[in-house]
């Protein structure tokens, strides 16, 4: 989940908003999720208890985080589907408070696991991760659940609006200071259905 979520709207009502520009497009997305599914096998590979390896492992437990990761979710685990990494996936939800643009860091966990994750190990996958804020809120309340281990994987990285120090063990792409929608990630629940990311500007109010 990020500030793009419906949980966080301006007083007023959302604000008008048009593409301004687009930063990644849909063939440079997909070779991006082909190259994270490949480090991520190879890293799990690694994992004594991992992947079924040694023949006793558990599966991998991918978690996404609802709404917007949601297709870059389906699209890293049939990435790793075709690497023959077996795993299991399960969904959250969170709303985090405050305006359109900017998180106030008071989360709200809307929808949890479906299943226990105790003794399993968990990739955790989100759109963007800016502040730190919600991952480590998420990334708290996993570890407090007992798995194995537990590594975050996000697709979009703003750096410069960091808060607080989270560990982020995958990332897509640093991107600027700017709002972004597409592949997913939604402004008023608008623009989910790109297949690239674009910034938007908003109008004024």
């Known amino acids: 989940m990020s500030v793009n979520e419906p949980g ?39 994992v004594p208890g991992a992947n079924g390896t040694g023949g006793h492992g558990a599966p991998l437990t991918v978690v996404g985080i609802l ?11 049939r990435a790793l589907g075709a690497l023959d990494v077996p795993l299991q996936v399960d969904f959250m939800a969170v709303s985090s408070y405050g305006t359109a643009t900017q998180t106030s860091g008071i989360i709200r966990i809307l929808k949890d696991l479906d ?12 759109d963007i991760v800016d502040t730190g804020l919600t991952l480590r809120y998420l990334r708290e309340h996993l570890m407090a659940q007992d798995p194995a281990s537990l590594r975050a994987c996000v697709l979009l990285d703003k750096p410069e609006r960091r808060l607080v120090d989270v560990p982020v ?32 500007r908003l109008e004024p109010q």
């Open 8 to 46: 966080a709207t301006a007083p007023g009502g959302p604000r008008k908003a048009r593409i301004d520009r687009v930063l990644f497009s849909q063939e440079a997305i997909a070779g991006k999720v082909r190259e994270l599914a490949e480090r991520i096998r190879q890293d799990y590979a690694a």
């Open 67 to 77: 709404k917007g990761a949601f297709v870059f979710t389906a699209d890293l685990v």
């Open 115 to 126: 299943r226990p994750i105790r003794g399993q190990h968990v990739l955790l996958i989100e």
């Open 169 to 200: 063990e995958y990332v897509g792409f640093q991107i600027p200071d700017e709002f972004v929608v597409g592949y997913g990630i939604d402004y008023a629940e608008q623009f989910r259905y790109l297949p690239y990311i674009a910034c938007v």
